[in-house]
Structure formats: structure tokens, C-alpha cells
């Protein structure tokens, strides 16, 4: 079975509670739980963390935003203190995993050395840890996932398609197929950007034979009158279940 992860707006208490609560009952293998989505997903409060954890219950996989400001992904020292804290607080609330992604300012490479602080403070309470986004900005691919791997990454959210463009995960299978036979299952890739109902199996279909350990991430697709409807998280997971 491909794994299904559904990300989460943390607008307020009782929509973290009930989208999540949702999502778990549409049979969600993750959820990634971001605040501000109209800034591309930031940091999300403790208390939301909390009331996630409770409604996605005992099923691993609660996975926490971590970028405590909108923009570009380049970060100032003291901003990499308090993502180390954020990790810490993601942590005690409950999240199994955190997302990041640090790039160069000079050469938007991986951010190498920041990303080595942030991933050893998530191993100290043994989080897994997803590079977002930030993947489709850098520059060279290759030399990125290589970077990522050697840092010891579990998992990278990409759509194939450059950071900004237009277009979706399904404009992108070509280069999604590059990334996972270069990567050869050493890391998850986590397919995201605009996956739908619609093109789900058009994705899967184009990514199947080459991809050893992927997932889809989603959004808006299970989205019913603006809030997570469990039905149509069924019917993602549906869709993709084995014949």
C-alpha cells in the first residue's frame, strides 16, 4: 500500500482537532500539521501539536512543520536556535517526525551544516525527519539528494517541477522517476503538489515501476467546504490500493 499523508492547516483549536481526527479515520498514514498555509506552511503552536497527537491517536506519523517564517528558505543563525527549540517543543507535544529544509543563501545548495544541527536535535528524541520544498529550489538535484542522504534524511517532499512554477506532481513524473532510481529507496520520496483525485493513478501509474519507497502528499484534494473530509481521504487511499 502507498502511504497517503495529508497535510493539515492549524487555523484553530477545534479545525486541528476535527481535520485530523478526520483524516485518521479516512485510514491517513501521516499528517504533516502546518500554520499560515497562505505562506507555504509554517511552524504550527504547541497547543495544536497537542490536540493533533490526541486526534490522530496512537498511529504513528504525526509530522510537524518547522519554519518559523514565511519566504525564502535561508535563515539567520539565531533563527536555526529557535527551530532547534521549535523541534524540541514538536517533540514533547507529541509529533513523530518534523519537516525542514535549509538552504545556502549564496549558492541555494542544502545548507549542509544547518541541517546537520537540526536533524542531530531531532534524533535526540528520535523524530523522523522530512527536507520539504526547499528540495525543488536547490540548483543541483543530484548533489542535493546526495547531501541529503549523507545527513541522514529520512525522506524528501518534491513535485519534480522547479519551486514557484506552475503545474503539478503530474507535470513531474519524468524527473520523479530520476529522483527515485537515483536515490534507489536510500531515501522516501514523498510526491506532493496539487496531487488530486484526478491524477493520482496517473501519477502512481508513471512512478511505479522505477520507485522502490514513495508516498503521496496532499491537500486540498481530500478538502470538502474547506475542511478535511474523511470520505474523500478513503477514497485517495481506495484508488491506490492494490488490485
Not at 491517536?57 to 535563515?75: A, Q, T
Not at 536555526?80 to 514533547?92: R, T, W, Y
Not at 520539504?132 to 538535484?141: N, S
Not at 536510500?186 to 510526491?191: C, K, M, P, R, S
Amino acid at each position: 500500500m502507498i502511504p497517503i499523508e495529508v497535510c493539515v492547516h492549524s487555523k484553530d483549536d477545534f479545525y486541528v482537532f476535527n481535520s485530523v481526527s478526520k483524516a485518521w479515520e479516512g485510514g491517513a498514514d501521516r499528517i504533516e500539521l502546518c500554520s499560515h498555509m497562505e505562506q507555504d506552511g509554517l511552524t504550527p503552536s504547541v497547543r495544536h501539536i497537542e490536540l493533533a497527537r490526541n486526534a490522530f491517536k496512537d498511529r504513528s506519523g504525526l509530522l510537524v512543520m518547522v519554519r518559523p517564517i514565511g519566504g525564502d528558505f535561508f535563515y539567520t543563525p539565531d533563527e536555526i536556535v529557535l527551530m532547534e527549540q521549535q523541534i524540541q517543543d514538536a517533540a514533547k507535544a507529541g509529533a513523530d517526525g518534523v519537516v525542514i529544509g535549509v538552504l545556502d543563501e549564496k549558492t541555494s545548495a542544502v545548507h549542509r551544516t544547518y541541517c546537520e544541527r537540526l536533524i542531530g536535535k531531532a534524533r535526540e528524541y528520535d523524530l523522523t525527519v522530512t527536507f520539504h520544498r526547499a528540495f525543488d529550489a536547490t540548483p543541483d538535484w543530484q548533489y542535493s539528494l546526495e547531501t541529503l542522504i549523507d545527513l541522514g534524511f529520512d525522506r524528501v517532499l518534491t513535485s519534480g517541477i522547479a519551486w514557484g512554477s506552475t503545474g503539478t506532481a503530474q507535470d513531474g513524473i519524468k524527473q520523479l522517476v530520476n529522483i527515485g532510481v537515483f536515490v534507489s529507496g536510500g531515501l522516501e520520496v514523498v510526491v506532493g503538489g496539487g496531487v488530486s483525485l484526478e491524477n493520482a493513478l496517473g501519477i502512481i501509474d508513471g512512478l511505479k515501476t522505477e520507485l522502490t519507497r514513495f508516498s503521496l502528499h496532499t491537500f486540498s484534494a481530500v478538502l470538502e467546504n474547506g475542511n478535511v473530509s474523511s470520505a474523500k481521504v478513503q477514497q485517495l487511499k481506495s484508488l491506490l490500493a492494490p488490485n
